[in-house]
């Protein structure tokens, strides 16, 4: 127990009342239920419990409070509510992340789901609050090794970089953001896991993360089955717990999974509340909602530390110009795609180094180390571009000397591109320079 356990557990004492605010429902159309009688008390987002005449229990969160009645947006299907049936309001429970979070795993609410109590901290913070102001503000930061040889080279990652992970299903999107929640360079760590799949979130949590990952973590999760405000709410706590620790000046790496989930939640929240759908089936207002969330993050003030994110998208049929993933490229500092090309021939992470760029660079890198990543994103991009004439037997040597260079070395970058370096950075530009001298001077194919 903490010195401060007592003024917490005062402080949590102090929340509590003794009063319940209960409704009437008024009307059910369009899968929402119109409560009468707690206009004067509900707040968008509150949790509901509507009682049903017949069969269990119905929660809830609130949509639209009008002067008369509020709509709420049920959890499940609303078979069997009619007309009179009760609602209450739940009490309201602050959102109070605290440092004590470290290793817990919490729903978007501030309520702990490992099985263990958690305490609020001593300080409200709005889960939707305003990014940084733009002029007092950081640069960016200097490199951020990350246990994966591509990574800490030819794609880095800097402190206080927004990164889009753009992937299809199965494509192996989870198993790098597990593998950066484990190796990268961080003082913490917050996941926000928005729509998982229950089994997920705790193989994610005991498998992935294990005991000593989780001691630097907060996982926020909202499941599948969870409301749509719940999901959306997901991200917005996960990203006001990564800036409580920003605030106290660390370095916080930022992982939500995902913003797609993300925004198909807004999009059921929109509808429900009559806006239009118009990009390809996502509302106007999905476009200020996800800058919004990609700006809270980034460089600190002065006096803060950064807050280092990778916000994954699900691509449908690898379509980088689908809304979510066409709005997020506009607003990052670059963007990793993940090729099931490459995933189905074996290589983990299946990184498609010609479609993926880090605006960290040429900043974030030494003259020697861009010329490396220049050359090998030649010697790539030529192999590539000669890929169907190679593997059908059509190739000459000595007919292209760049093109001799990129077969000579290309299964010992692919192999590099799928290596593991906890050893750091400059370990891995080392190993990609030895490369590279074989692709000059010859050596065995």
């Known amino acids: 127990m903490t010195e401060l356990d007592p003024m917490l557990l005062k402080h949590e004492f102090d929340r509590l009342s003794a009063q319940r605010h209960v409704g009437k429902v008024t009307g059910v159309a369009n899968g929402v239920v119109m409560v009468g009688g707690l206009s004067d008390t509900a707040r968008i987002g509150d949790h509901l419990t509507l009682q049903r005449r017949f069969g269990p229990v119905l929660l809830g969160e609130v949509l ?7 709509h709420m947006l049920p959890g499940a299907t609303s078979d069997g509510v009619s007309l009179g049936d009760d609602v209450v309001l739940e009490d309201s429970r602050a959102f109070t992340p605290g440092m004590y979070w470290l290793g817990r795993v919490v729903d978007p609410f501030g309520n702990p789901l490992d099985g263990k109590p958690l305490l609020g901290g001593l300080q409200e913070r709005d889960i939707m609050q305003a990014p940084p102001p733009a002029v007092s ?4 930061g200097g490199r951020l090794a990350t246990g994966l040889a591509m990574l800490n080279t030819v ?3 800097v402190r206080g970089q927004r990164v889009g992970l753009f992937a299809g299903s199965g494509v192996g999107k989870s198993t790098l953001l597990a593998t950066l929640a484990r190796a990268m360079n961080a003082d913490a760590v917050v996941v926000a896991l928005i729509g998982e799949r229950g089994r997920e979130v705790n193989e994610f949590v005991a498998t992935t993360l294990g005991t000593e ?31 409580y620790l920003r605030d106290q000046g660390l370095n916080v790496l930022f992982l939500a999974d995902s913003v797609t989930r993300f925004a198909e939640a807004h999009r059921e929240i929109a509808v429900a509340m009559g806006e239009a759908p118009t990009l390809r089936g996502f509302p106007p207002s999905v476009t200020p909602l996800i800058a919004n969330l990609c700006e809270r993050a980034g460089p600190g003030d002065l006096d803060q530390g950064d807050i280092t994110a990778v916000f994954s998208v699900l691509v449908a049929g690898s379509d980088m110009d689908e809304p979510i993933a066409d709005i997020l490229r506009g607003v990052l500092d670059g963007h990793i795609v993940l090729s099931r090309e490459i995933a189905e021939r074996g290589r983990f992470p299946a990184i498609d180094l010609s479609r993926s760029v880090s605006r960290s660079l040429p900043g974030a890198a030494s003259d020697d180390e861009n010329r490396m990543i220049s050359e090998t994103r030649k010697l790539v991009g030529s192999y590539e571009q000669s890929e169907v004439m190679i593997k059908a037997g059509l190739y000459s040597e000595g007919a292209d000397p760049l093109l001799d260079q990129a077969v000579r070395v290309h299964e010992e970058l692919d192999r590099f591109f799928a290596l593991s370096d906890p050893e750091g950075i400059e370990n891995s530009f080392n190993r990609l320079s030895l490369i590279l ?4 001077v010859g050596g065995p194919r």
């Open 137 to 140: 503000r950081k640069p960016l």
């Open 64 to 70: 639209h409070v009008d002067t008369d009645q509020i």
């Open 213 to 243: 990952g989780m001691k630097r973590a907060v996982v926020v999760a909202a499941t599948s089955d969870q409301s749509a405000l719940a999901r959306r709410r997901c991200a917005w706590s996960a990203m006001s717990v990564a800036e």
């Open 437 to 440: 001298r074989r692709a000059t």
């Open 155 to 157: 794609l880095p990652i």
